[in-house]
C-alpha cells in the first residue's frame, strides 16, 4: 500500500456473501478490515478481519460503531457500503412498511454510514466510500421494483456526493454486479401483500432469478472489483463487475430505448 500506515477499511454486511469476500481481499492486500453483522461476531470464527455488531437500520448502533472503529484504529481510509436486502414480488404487493423497511437498509443505512465517516475523512483530506449497487440499480427489475429504485437511489446519492466531496480528497464510488452466487435470493424477503393477480409472472420471475443467482459470478469477482476501485489513483465513478453486468451496462447504455424494452420483456419471458 505504499505507505507504513495501516489502511483501515469498515465493510458493512460482512457475515456472508460479497461482504465477506471483500472483508478477505481486503484484509489480505494490508487493509485493518472491521467487517459488520447484526448478529457480531457470535458464531463465526474469523481471523483474518474483525467481525462488529452493527444494523445500519439504527443511528444509535452506526454511531457507536464508528467510535468503536475509531477509538481502536484512530482512522477510516474505506467504507464499503454492501449490507443490502431484496423484496421480491410485484410493486403493488408490498405494504409502505415493507417499502420503508428495504429502504431504510438499502439506502438510509448507506446514508446513515456516510454521514458518520465523513467527518474523519475530511479531517484526514483523504478517503474512499464504495458503495454496493447492482445493474439493477441501471435497468429495471420487475417483481423487484422495491429493490430497483432503492439501487436507482444509491446511483444518484453516490455520484452526487462524489462531486461535494472531491474537494476533500474523498470519492463516492459505485460498483455494480450482476447476479453473484451468495446467499441474497435466500435472505430476501417475498412482498408482503401478495394478489393473485400477479401469481404467474411472480413465479417466472423468481425461478428466473433463482437460476441466475445460483450461476452467477462467484462473490470474489466483486471483491476484486471493490479492490481495483480501491487502488486506482484516478477512480471511475463506476465499475461493473463480470461480465453479464458489463454487457448490460453497455446494452442500456447504447441501445435506443424501444428497442432495449422489447429485448427485455422478451429475456424476461413476460407476456
Ligand atoms: N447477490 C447478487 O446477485 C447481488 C447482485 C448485485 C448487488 N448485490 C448487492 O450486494 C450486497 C451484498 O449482498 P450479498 O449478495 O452478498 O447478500 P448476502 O449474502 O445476503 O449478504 C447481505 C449482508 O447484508 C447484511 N445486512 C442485511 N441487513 C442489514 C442491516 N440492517 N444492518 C447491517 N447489515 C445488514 C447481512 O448481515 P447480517 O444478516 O449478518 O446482519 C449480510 O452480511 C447487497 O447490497 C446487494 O444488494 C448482490
Avoid: W
Avoid at 24 to 43: N, P
Avoid at 224 to 249: E, F, M, N, W
Amino acid at each position: 500500500m505504499g505507505n507504513k500506515i495501516q489502511k483501515v477499511a469498515i465493510v458493512t454486511g460482512a457475515s456472508s456473501g460479497i461482504g465477506e469476500a471483500t472483508a478477505i481481499h481486503l484484509a489480505s492486500l494490508g487493509y485493518r478490515v472491521f467487517g459488520t453483522s447484526r448478529k457480531g461476531g457470535s458464531g463465526k470464527a474469523n481471523t483474518q478481519f474483525e467481525l462488529l455488531s452493527l444494523d445500519i437500520t439504527s443511528d444509535d448502533s452506526v454511531e457507536s460503531f464508528i467510535k468503536n472503529v475509531v477509538s481502536q484504529a484512530g482512522r477510516i481510509d474505506v467504507l464499503v457500503n454492501n449490507a443490502g436486502m431484496g423484496v421480491t414480488g410485484g410493486a403493488e404487493e408490498s405494504s409502505l412498511e415493507q417499502v420503508h423497511s428495504i429502504f431504510n437498509t438499502n439506502v438510509y443505512g448507506m446514508i446513515r454510514m456516510i454521514k458518520a465517516v465523513l467527518p474523519y475523512m475530511r479531517n484526514q483530506k483523504e478517503g474512499r466510500i464504495v458503495n454496493i449497487s447492482s445493474i439493477l440499480g441501471k435497468i429495471p427489475a420487475p417483481f423487484m421494483a422495491l429493490y430497483s429504485s432503492t439501487k436507482h437511489a444509491v446511483e444518484g446519492y453516490s455520484e452526487s456526493l462524489d462531486h461535494e466531496v472531491r474537494q476533500f480528497g474523498i470519492r463516492s464510488i459505485l460498483i455494480e454486479p450482476a447476479y453473484t452466487k451468495t446467499q441474497f435470493d435466500q435472505s430476501s424477503s417475498p412482498a408482503d401483500s401478495p394478489m393473485d393477480i400477479y401469481g404467474k409472472n411472480r413465479k417466472k420471475l423468481s425461478e428466473l432469478t433463482e437460476f441466475a443467482m445460483k450461476n452467477g459470478d462467484p462473490a470474489e469477482t466483486v471483491a476484486h472489483t471493490i479492490a481495483r476501485a480501491l487502488s486506482d489513483v484516478t477512480p471511475k465513478l463506476r465499475y461493473t463487475s463480470g461480465k453479464q453486468a458489463g454487457q448490460l451496462a453497455k446494452m442500456r447504455r447504447f441501445l435506443p430505448e424501444s428497442l432495449f424494452d422489447s429485448g427485455f420483456r422478451k429475456n424476461m419471458k413476460l407476456d
